[in-house]
């Protein structure tokens, strides 16, 4: 009974693993599959086109970098349309900075723009009128690749729009594998930059054709380039800043809060949210910091239930200039107008504003370091 017990029982675990397998090739085919009908509307909408614009979100990370460079090499190699990648803000973080230089990768500042030169025009890792990037209202645009949940209809000729993956550089790796194109050094490292930093080391917000995506390319990435840019050297700036961060920190419960005042690098916000959340007993981190009269905030939680675009929606009270993923977001605010009095009772009030939102009242916060730095 039980030699015959366990033959069933071995015999319907290989069946179900085999069955398994077939439905895993079976979604890796439909993805390729995919892939190839996608590539060949990019190739019929690039047919009549000489020159490409490509529009990233401002203050560009890895992810919104890579997957504009990876859709200009296709515009150029499968169609011979040459391309330029534009932004707004500046790129100040000491990894993106370093990504740039050691891959050779040319962006412009959109003001220097004269959008008239292009005959086609792309939208990648963000969404006209979404409020995180500097195309203009009047300014239609053609192509919109991007990761995010959809925040408007697009009238645009063809659109992807995936938040089903970590990065946008994915969608954009598998169109590239489609192709049959040979992926340079460079650009493997960078799309393998950009799918590693975008999903946390695959650990956030991360599916299988992520990983499938990382794998490909970084086993074509040049390593010593991809340490560099991973692990580059940091200004005197950065540890001052870091300082004064942990110095202004206040927790209560599962959440953590830095208002960091006035910011040199507007990516500095998102990189200290991202380093509160390493926090012991806590599962979402606010950041704020000031820049250009603005107020920018990032908002993380490593809770994957988690509505961290939702939320940061609700608690500026803002739809278009916030948004965000399940477990990531952000947003900003004018304070243009603003008192100094004004903006501190602000950031106050959003912290208290969402441990509201998460269940909590009467909330009491706590600094992480007693001391503080003058």
């Known amino acids: 009974m ?25 979604q890796e085919i439909n993805h390729t599959s995919q892939a190839s009908e996608r590539l060949a509307r990019l190739d019929q909408m690039l047919k009549e086109r000489k020159k490409l614009l490509i529009v990233v979100h401002n203050y560009p990370d890895p992810d919104a970098i890579a997957a504009a460079q990876a859709l200009a090499y296709l515009a150029d190699k499968r ?29 412009k500042n959109i003001n220097r723009i004269s959008f008239n030169a292009y005959d086609c025009i792309a939208v990648v890792d963000t969404q006209p009128r979404s409020g995180n990037n500097s195309l203009p209202e009047g300014i239609q645009c053609d192509l919109v ?15 992807i729009i995936e938040p089903g993956v970590g990065a946008s550089a994915t969608i954009l790796t ?26 946390q080391d695959l650990g956030r917000e991360t599916s299988k054709r992520d990983i499938r995506a990382y794998r490909h390319v970084y086993s074509l990435s040049n390593m010593r380039k991809l340490a560099r840019i991973t692990k580059p050297k940091l200004p005197r700036s950065y540890f001052y800043k870091l300082a ?65 675009g939702k ?10 200039n916030a948004g965000g993923h399940g477990m990531f977001a952000g947003g900003k605010m004018s304070i243009a107008i603003m008192s100094q009095d004004d903006i501190i009772q602000l950031e106050k009030k959003l912290s208290d504003e969402l441990a509201k939102l998460l269940g909590y009242q009467n909330v009491k916060w706590n ?3 007693e001391e503080k730095i003058e």
Request: glycine share 4%; charged share 25%; proline share 2%.
């Open 2 to 26: 039980d030699v015959h017990y366990n033959c069933l029982a071995v015999f319907g675990l290989k069946n179900y693993q085999h069955s398994k397998h077939i439905n895993m090739n079976r």
């Open 79 to 107: 169609s011979n349309v040459q391309s330029s990648i534009a932004h707004g803000g500046f790129i100040g973080r000491a990894e993106n900075r370093a990504m740039l230089s050691e891959l050779k990768i040319k962006l």
């Open 145 to 159: 690749i991007d990761h995010h949940p959809l925040r408007k209809r697009n009238r645009c000729e063809f659109q």
């Open 174 to 199: 598998e169109i590239l594998i489609a192709s049959g194109l040979d992926i340079s050094k460079d650009l493997a490292t960078a799309l393998a930059y950009a799918i590693r930093s975008e999903t």
């Open 244 to 308: 004064n961060t942990l110095h202004c920190t206040v927790s209560f419960r599962n959440i953590i809060c830095a208002h960091i005042g006035d910011v040199e690098v507007v990516e500095t916000v998102a990189e200290m949210a991202d380093l509160l959340l390493r926090h012991k007993h806590i599962s979402w981190s606010l950041c704020t910091g000031r820049f250009n009269d603005e107020l920018f905030l990032s908002l993380r939680s490593s809770n994957p239930k988690a509505k961290a």
């Open 311 to 320: 939320l940061i929606q609700r608690i500026i009270r803002d739809r278009k």
């Open 367 to 369: 600094p992480l370091i």
